[in-house]
């Protein structure tokens, strides 16, 4: 075994109950409730349900034992968990007071240092989360529009406008119409439907692969042709695949950009940005927060942004995935009773299963020693994955799959 991954044998029962009593579901987070992450194995009492402290890319369970972090707080960390320049700005923002009646001077820096690497960037409007920066977006596009169709393909967020969940009225869901990823007949089709009464065109443009610039081409064409805003949600992609985004890579600028995740290293901050022409609509309508001018979020950007200066973070991000895809995607290859297959760009990739169940047993026996595993998507590779954690990670691999074995060595055993 690894020297300091011991194997993770402490029962988590405590603080699975005791989360259990006070918060619905476990977690305030969907996508870190005990069943989306382990599902079948949720009550596994030896997989962890809490961290204690987290560094670079490993984390601690509150009874002291450590695991090497292939998740990376979905995404919202991308150089390392409490990396030494982003905590020393957060300290520093929050020693001098962290919000007042006035904004932060950090807000106008920011928004400067965002306009100079989002291609799409002349003007910014900070917000706290992704799903909140999606719903600005849509509210200016409507704004300036007139208009109220939405036609989508992504995921957004939790709010009313792209929600199909129980509490969300059907009068809000038909405003919006999903095409399926690179489906350029079905995009068309859908703009040509809506055309009179289309405000906005929003696609996600990494899913579980980068989309084809043909179609993000075609995006932009049939919104120049309409009247319509064109969004990117690059939440997830800026400041990973590329410092500018899918955009930078590809060439296709849209109206407005969604940021958040990896802006500010998992402090809470998200942005809207876009073109002047399109943003100016938000002095017609009524996007505000409280927190939005909140000094640590803007303190952690800025220091990410420095990093973003200094070094190519997200082509280190892209070897530090890449290898880890590699790593565990071979040892699956080699394992086919595991029935488990790693698969999309080394940046933020997946985990396939042939059935739910041994996608479960997988990643609760990850955890067991020492790894944690996204279930599905996705993985993502940080500036903190080092060789020393690559090699850790390549050390567990063989011991995983053997534990996974059918016959006499279970799972349970």
């Not at 080699?334 to 169940?357: F, I, K, N, Y």
Request: aromatic share 6%; hydrophobic share 45%.
């Amino acid at each position: 075994m690894t020297r300091g991954i011991p194997f993770a044998g402490v029962p988590d029962d405590d603080w699975r109950s005791r989360a259990a009593d006070v918060i619905p579901g476990g977690s305030s987070t969907g996508s870190r409730r005990p069943e989306v992450l382990y599902g079948t194995r949720a009550f596994d009492p030896a997989v962890p349900t809490h961290f204690e402290r987290a560094e670079g890319c490993s984390l601690w369970s509150p009874d002291g034992r450590r695991f090497i972090d292939c998740g990376m707080a979905l995404g919202a960390v991308g150089i390392g968990y409490a990396d030494s320049s982003v905590t020393r700005a957060v300290i520093d923002a929050a020693s001098n007071g962290n919000v007042s009646a006035l904004p932060h001077r950090l807000e106008v820096e920011v928004a400067e240092r965002l306009v100079q690497v989002i291609p799409s960037a002349e003007q910014v409007r900070f917000l706290r989360t992704g799903a909140e920066a999606n719903a600005a977006a849509i509210r200016l596009a409507r704004a300036l529009t007139g208009r109220e169709h939405i036609i989508a393909c992504g995921y957004f967020g939790w709010l009313d406008w792209c929600s199909d969940a129980i509490g969300v009225p059907a009068s809000v869901q038909h405003a919006v119409t999903r095409v399926p990823f690179n489906d350029m007949t079905a995009l068309e089709r859908a703009v040509s439907h809506h055309e009179a009464s289309l405000a906005a065109i929003i696609i996600e443009p990494l899913v579980h692969e980068i989309a084809q610039v043909a179609w993000l081409e075609s995006a932009r064409r049939l919104a120049d042709r309409t009247g319509a805003v064109l969004i990117f949600d690059e939440v997830k992609t800026a400041f990973r695949v590329r410092t500018g985004g899918v955009q930078e890579l590809t060439g296709v600028t849209p109206d407005l950009t969604t940021l958040g995740k990896a802006l500010a290293n998992g402090y809470p901050l998200a942005a809207v940005v876009g073109r002047a022409a399109v943003m100016d609509a938000a002095q017609r309508t009524w996007i505000s927060s409280t927190a939005a001018t909140e000094s640590t979020g803007l303190a952690a950007a800025k220091a990410v942004l420095d990093w973003h200066e200094r070094t190519d973070v997200p082509e280190r991000m892209a070897a530090a995935g890449g290898m880890l895809l590699e790593i565990i995607g071979t040892a699956l290859t080699e394992s086919p009773w595991v029935g488990v297959q790693a698969d999309g760009p080394p940046t933020m990739w997946r985990l396939l299963a042939d059935a739910p169940d041994q996608l479960d047993a997988l990643v609760a026996v990850a955890a067991r020693h020492g790894l944690l595993l996204k279930r599905g998507a996705y993985q993502f590779g940080a500036v903190a994955h080092d060789e020393a954690v690559l090699a850790q990670v390549s050390e567990l691999m063989p011991h995983i799959m053997q534990a996974l074995l059918p016959g006499p060595r279970r799972v349970e055993d």
